[in-house]
Every structure is written in C-alpha cells, then in structure tokens.
C-alpha cells in the first residue's frame, strides 16, 4: 500500500481584498507556506487576482512559490444546481491535486479565500475531496467577511434591537421569499437582484454595498421602494465597468422612516 504524502493544507481568509484586512496570523502561515495556489478566472477577472497578488506583495516574501491555475467554470448544460456545482468542485479538486503533485516538495500549500472560509464559501468541501489522495492536516484561518465590511461601511449593527438576523442567497430570497421569525436578513450570492420579487417594498429598508473594503466600493442606502431602480442601474454600470462585481445587502423590515 503506498503510503500518502503528509500535506498541510491552509485555507486562508483574506477578507475583502484589502491587504489591510489581513490578520496577523494568516500573514504568518502565509509567510511559513511554501506554495500559494491562486486562481485566475481570465479576462476581466483578472483583478481578483491582482488583488490576491497585491496582499502577498504586502505580506509575504517573493520567495515563496507562487502558483496560478485557471479557475473551470460551472457547466451550464446540467439543469440541476446542486449537481451543478458538486460537478465543479470535483473539477476544482482536481486541478488542486495536480498543482501540489507537480511540486512534491512543498509541504505546506496555502490558499487565500475570499471573506472568511466558514460563510457561503465551498473550499472546506473541495479540500475533503483529496482526503483519499494524501495525509491532510488542516488549518483553517479566519477572516473578516463582507458583512462586517458592510454594517462598518453603512456604520450600522446587524441586527435590530433584540432581533434575529438570518444569513441567505439570492436564490433563497427569489424560492422561498422573507423568511420568518426575523426582521433582518443578510443576502449573499445575489446576481439577480432578487429583493425585486419582494412584495410590498415600502416596507423594507436596504443597505447595499459593491466591493466592499476595496477602493472601488460603492454604497447605496434607503427605502427599498425608492432606491431599488438606483442598485439596480449601477449594479449594471459597475459590473460592465470592471468586468465583475461583488455586492452584499442587508434588508429589514421598516419600522421607522430612516
């Protein structure tokens, strides 16, 4: 039986893509790492990787190997979202593998991820996928997320006064509608601006923000009903400007005129 190579595998939260959001400790297992993959979606893409770049210009010695892959895209042919995405991580997983086979002497292999590796990120599931091809030690580091980049921006507390605050997509806003039992809701992974299907939005309150952390960022606030159409156009103008975007809101239940 062949015995499996011993990999320390680092997943390492980077926050929004700030180098100052960067912790003491993810710039120390960034710095003792001796490869960093780092994936390239091509085009205009391209400035997230430049801003992964940017953080370990910031932090860590051009010594340390660096390794960019070509990130696979979902297969728009399977109809089934879970199946979808299960058919790209496998992907992914794949291309992690033959990145650290082609350097057999790296134990230690970091990845930068973005936010924080616990919220609405599935590199924690692609990782458990080389389980059966090497003897993983993992190391998990936390980051700042976008929602605390958000409620900093917006200088507000995520929740109300003694109130839920519930965690979501796009897609579960649009299928399941205001969830119950709570009068706040963050949402995350929303390309569709899904707080249009919302009934009643003189109801609601929206706190929007674009390349949160970055100095691209962008911030919208108001009664849904009157600045939807506003998120809505520069959500547009932003994502053909750069080529990309990456926006969070947060909605709640209008109690008060704000």
């Known amino acids: ?55 370990l210009d910031e ?12 990130m696979p895209s979902r297969d728009p042919n399977i109809q089934n979202y879970l199946t979808r995405v299960e058919q790209w991580h496998d992907r992914i997983s794949d291309i992690w593998k033959q990145a650290i086979d082609s350097r057999p002497k790296a134990q230690t292999v970091a990845l930068l991820v973005w936010g924080d590796p616990s919220l ?27 929602i605390q980049g ?14 839920a605050v519930k965690i979501t997509t796009g897609r579960n806003l649009r299928d399941h509608g205001w969830p119950t039992k709570t009068d706040r809701i963050v949402v995350m992974l929303d390309g569709e601006n899904s707080f249009v299907t919302l009934p009643d939005k003189h109801r609601y309150e929206i706190y929007w923000s ?20 506003q998120i809505i156009y520069d959500r547009e103008r932003l994502r053909k400007k750069h080529g990309w975007i990456m926006d969070i809101y947060i909605l709640g239940i209008l109690k008060q005129p704000l």
Request: aromatic share 4%.
């Open 1 to 55: 039986m062949t015995k499996k190579r011993k990999i320390k595998l680092a997943l390492i939260g980077i926050g929004t893509g700030n180098p100052d959001h960067i912790t003491l400790e993810a710039i120390k297992v960034l710095q003792s790492s001796d490869l960093i993959l780092l994936p390239s979606k091509g085009g205009a893409k391209q400035e997230l990787l430049e801003a992964r770049t940017n953080i």
């Open 59 to 70: 932090h860590v010695s051009k010594g340390t190997e660096r390794l960019v892959f070509e």
């Open 120 to 146: 609405y990120d599935s590199s924690l599931r692609i990782m458990a996928r080389l389980e059966d091809s090497y003897k993983l030690q993992i190391h998990m580091v936390a980051g700042i997320t976008a």
């Open 150 to 163: 958000l409620t900093a921006a917006h200088k507000i507390p995520l929740n109300s006064l003694g109130g």
């Open 210 to 229: 674009a390349y949160v952390g970055m100095q691209l960022e962008t911030h919208i606030r108001g009664k849904l009903s009157e600045v939807e159409n």
